[in-house]
């Protein structure tokens, strides 16, 4: 009955503390200051009050929370040398990757259709995205996403755990764990082969129609109408396009070929590269966010010339008061 996993970061002959210190931490930090700017942004400009920088807001925190799961703890283990990390540890882990991924993967499907409803419904967009509709699909998605992670999370520690308790990553994930178990994996790689297909490739269908016929409509418009309308939804594009990219790559490769070092470098990538290159694309993609960049430094810069005339102007009544 195993107490504890160890965690080996770094695979045999491998020095890897150099990730440790300068990498994982200059990722993460870009990652909660990109994603910082974008939630402050959408919550300080009024014109950004819209349900597409709403669902940007949400994928901006949840990336914090995606990539503070596993990048702290794994440079905490490192700097410390203490690869032990309990077995409730571990199903935490689990539980809370499988949760923002499974989430990250929904907000993403509902932004496509917003960006749909948008461009090829734009008499409806009010009364299809309002307010209400939002906040609905915002707590379904986070709803779901604690049943999906706790049915996964369960079905995986109801294994037995005898072969050996070394995990051969920085983080504990699914197939990691898989691999050490001396039980009937067959039921577990079941259900997270036809969840992934189900979810993955039922999100990946909408995102792909939705923008099957934003095309077909942006192509019906006047000459220098399509142009707006890509610079709308080509940010969005690009992160779907990463996120999928390594989904796959981690959880459906077959574990009896599984290499250790490629799993470390795809579980990073899948775990730090999405979070860290969201806000980039928005920012320099998007010019309503450029804008709004603008908009808040010239607020905060009035703002602030008008503290010190108030100041200023205090400093001198009381002066004449005093005389």
């Known amino acids: 009955m195993l107490t504890d996993f160890l965690l080996l970061g770094s695979p045999d002959g491998w020095n890897l503390s150099f990730l440790y210190f300068t990498v994982f931490p200059m990722t993460y930090l870009g990652t909660l200051l990109g994603n910082l700017l974008i939630v402050t942004l959408t919550t300080a400009d009024q014109r950004l009050h819209t349900p597409m920088y709403f669902f940007l807001r949400n994928l901006s925190i949840l990336d914090m929370c995606f990539i503070s799961v596993t990048v702290p703890n794994a440079c905490v283990n490192s700097l410390t040398g203490n690869r032990a990390t309990s077995v409730a540890g571990c199903a935490i882990q689990i539980f809370l990757v499988t949760f923002c991924a499974y989430v990250d993967m929904l907000f993403l499907t509902i932004m496509a259709w917003d960006r749909y409803v948008a461009i090829c419904q734009p008499l409806q967009y009010l009364f299809i995205m309002n307010p209400q509709i939002c906040v609905c699909m915002t707590l379904s998605s986070l709803l779901s996403g604690l049943l999906y992670a706790g049915v996964h999370t369960e079905n995986t520690f109801q294994l037995s755990f005898c072969q050996s308790n070394v995990v051969h990553q920085f983080l504990c994930d699914i197939p990691s764990l898989l691999r050490l178990s001396c039980s009937d994996i067959t039921s577990n790689m079941v259900l997270l082969l036809v969840s992934i297909i189900i979810i993955g490739g039922g999100c990946f269908a909408i995102i792909i129609m939705s923008y099957i016929c934003i095309f ?108």
């Open 216 to 323: 077909a409509a942006v192509l019906k418009f006047p000459t220098r109408a399509p142009g707006k309308a890509f610079s709308t939804c080509t940010p969005h594009i690009l992160v779907v396009s990463v996120f999928l990219s390594f989904i796959p790559s981690v959880y459906l490769r077959p574990s009896a070929t599984a290499d250790t070092l490629q799993d470390m470098v795809l579980s990073a990538f899948y775990t730090m590269v999405p979070p860290f290159l969201n806000p980039l694309i928005y920012s320099l993609r998007n010019k309503q966010v450029k804008e709004a960049v603008r908009r808040v430094m010239q607020r905060e810069l009035f703002s602030g010339k008008m503290i010190k005339l108030h100041f200023r102007i205090i400093v001198i009544s009381l002066f004449v008061v005093l005389r």
